[in-house]
C-alpha cells in the first residue's frame, strides 16, 4: 500500500530563512509526488508535483522540492520564508499500481513562519 | 476558469438528520473525487467518479453516504441519519481528463457541525 509520512507536525522558521517541510513516500511503482498548501477554513491549494526527469521541481509561490528516490524523500522547501507563507502543508503520493489512480495524504505540518 | 465550488461552506445539523453537499468542479474536468478531513488529518478518499460512473468507494463510505453525479456534471454528496462522527471537512476536487497526472483542484470544502 502506498504511504506518506510528514514527520514534523509543526516547522517555526524566522522570516527571510530558508524553509524545509519533510516528507518521505512508500510505493510499490514509480511515484507521482504533490505538495498542496491548506490556509485556514480553506480547501487545498495545489502548489507542485514531480513526475519524472530532474529532482528539484519548481512550483507557486518561490516554492520548490528535491526528489530524492534513494532516501524516498520528497522535501519542500523555499530559498526565504514570508509570514503570509504559514499554513499547512500537506504531502501526496499516487501510483497506478492498483489500478484505479489513488492519491494518498500525509497528516499535514504546520509551518509558522515568525516575523 | 472559475475552480471548484461547494455549497453550502457551512452545515450545521442535528443528529439523525440527513444532510446534502454540491460540488461543482472545474467545467472540462471529468473526474471528480470526494474526501472528508478531520482535525489534525489529510484529506481521506471517499469516493471518485469519472464522467457519470462511481468507480471507487472507500471503506470509510458507510452505507448512510451516498454519491451522485447524475449528468457528469455536478456531483452531490449525502449523508443519512447523521452521527456526532460525521462532523468534519467534505472537500471536492476534480481533474483534467487531458493531464496524465490527474492533478487535483480542490474546493473550499464544507464543514458540517452535527450536533
Known amino acids: 500500500a502506498q504511504s506518506v509520512a510528514q514527520p514534523e507536525d509543526q516547522v517555526n522558521v524566522a522570516e527571510g530563512n530558508p524553509l524545509t517541510v519533510k516528507c518521505t513516500y512508500s510505493v510499490s511503482g514509480n511515484p507521482y509526488l504533490f505538495w498542496y498548501v491548506q490556509y485556514p477554513n480553506r480547501g487545498l491549494q495545489f502548489l507542485l508535483k514531480y513526475i519524472t526527469g530532474d529532482n528539484l521541481v519548481k512550483g507557486s509561490y518561490g516554492f520548490e522540492a528535491e526528489f530524492n528516490k534513494s532516501q524516498t524523500s520528497f522535501h519542500l522547501k523555499k530559498p526565504s520564508a514570508l509570514v503570509s507563507d504559514s499554513a499547512l502543508y500537506f504531502c501526496?503520493?499516487?501510483?497506478?499500481?492498483?489500478?484505479?489512480?489513488?492519491?494518498?495524504f500525509g497528516t499535514g505540518t504546520k509551518l509558522q513562519v515568525i516575523p | 476558469d472559475t475552480g471548484v465550488s461547494q455549497n453550502p461552506r457551512h452545515k450545521i445539523t442535528k443528529r439523525g438528520q440527513n444532510v446534502t453537499f454540491r460540488c461543482d468542479p472545474i467545467?472540462?474536468?471529468?473526474?471528480l473525487y470526494w474526501y472528508r478531513q478531520t482535525l489534525g488529518q489529510g484529506p481521506e478518499f471517499l469516493t471518485y467518479?469519472?464522467?457519470?460512473?462511481?468507480?471507487?468507494k472507500s471503506r470509510l463510505l458507510s452505507d448512510r453516504f451516498s454519491a451522485e453525479r447524475p449528468k457528469g456534471s455536478f456531483s452531490t454528496l449525502e449523508i443519512q441519519r447523521t452521527e456526532q462522527g460525521d462532523s468534519a471537512m467534505y472537500l471536492c476536487a476534480s481533474s483534467s481528463p487531458w493531464e496524465r497526472t490527474d492533478t487535483q483542484y480542490f474546493g473550499p470544502g464544507t464543514r458540517l457541525t452535527v450536533l
Open positions: 501526496a503520493v499516487r501510483d497506478f499500481s492498483g489500478g484505479y489512480q489513488k492519491v494518498t
Open positions: 467518479f469519472q464522467n457519470e460512473a462511481q468507480l471507487e
Open positions: 467545467s472540462e474536468h471529468n473526474r
